[in-house]
């Protein structure tokens, strides 16, 4: 059962546009939501996060929206850098106080010069 | 802020033998750290939670006794690979949880090869 589904396996956009990542999950549950980027053979790194209570979060060129009723979230970036190029985690979890995280299958982004 | 270290980042071993990966937070405390595996291609799988001074926590369909755990000071959390096969053979990665928000920072990841 996967709770946080990332749809797009890969992603290919050009450099200075936008890239829009895409996540979805099921349990409602779910109140507190993180983006992570990974390079091959790395662990992942934390982005961005966002709090239900929210429905959108910005840092800098990474901005992240939550549509609770569409149980959606989706992450922009702007502009897109030949760096950012790597795999890109949704994550959830459910609770105050909770630990665990549940993470989608990821998307490869490729930011084309 | 929130570093955290694993070592080593790739090993080799016999089959048979046992291997152990460190995970340390470097600037921090961590009361709770998280084992991952990760299989070519597919997303980061919960092994366990591991809680400073108490047992594990294991994921369902994980083995406690090939997988040990131990989490013995704030800063230090060890897996141990026991009686490893080359089906074990994966890309582990640890994190460490900072503060009260549920933001897991992770280290570099140990490939292990079982030959």
């Known amino acids: 059962d996967q709770q946080v589904k990332q749809n797009s396996p890969s992603l290919s956009v050009q450099e200075g546009r936008i890239s829009i990542l895409n996540c979805d999950y099921t349990?409602?549950?779910?109140?507190?939501f993180l983006w992570y980027k990974k390079y091959p053979a790395e662990g992942p790194t934390f982005l961005i996060s966002?709090?239900?209570?929210?429905d959108k979060n910005e840092d800098g060129r990474f901005t992240v929206f939550l549509n609770k009723s569409a149980k959606h979230l989706s992450l922009h970036i702007v502009p897109s850098q030949p760096g950012d190029s790597a795999v890109y985690f949704c994550a959830a979890s459910a609770g105050q106080g909770a630990q665990k995280l549940v993470f989608g299958q990821g998307t490869r982004l490729t930011i084309n010069p | 802020g929130a570093v955290v270290s694993q070592h080593p980042s790739w090993v080799i071993c016999k089959s048979g033998t046992s291997v152990k990966i460190e995970c340390r937070s470097l600037d921090f405390q961590a009361t709770t750290m998280f084992w991952y595996r990760q299989f070519p291609k597919k997303s980061l799988m919960l092994m366990a939670t591991s809680n400073e001074g108490s047992k594990a926590t294991y994921e369902q369909g994980v083995e406690k006794d090939k997988f040990l755990i131990n989490h013995a000071s704030l800063t230090l959390s060890t897996l141990t690979v026991t009686s490893a096969h080359p089906e074990d053979s994966s890309f582990y990665i640890c994190?460490?949880?900072?503060?009260?928000?549920?933001?897991?920072?992770f280290g570099a990841g140990t490939r292990l090869s079982v030959l």
């Open positions: 349990n409602s549950m779910f109140d507190y």
């Open positions: 966002i709090s239900s209570i929210k």
């Open positions: 994190s460490a949880r900072l503060g009260t928000k549920n933001i897991q920072y």
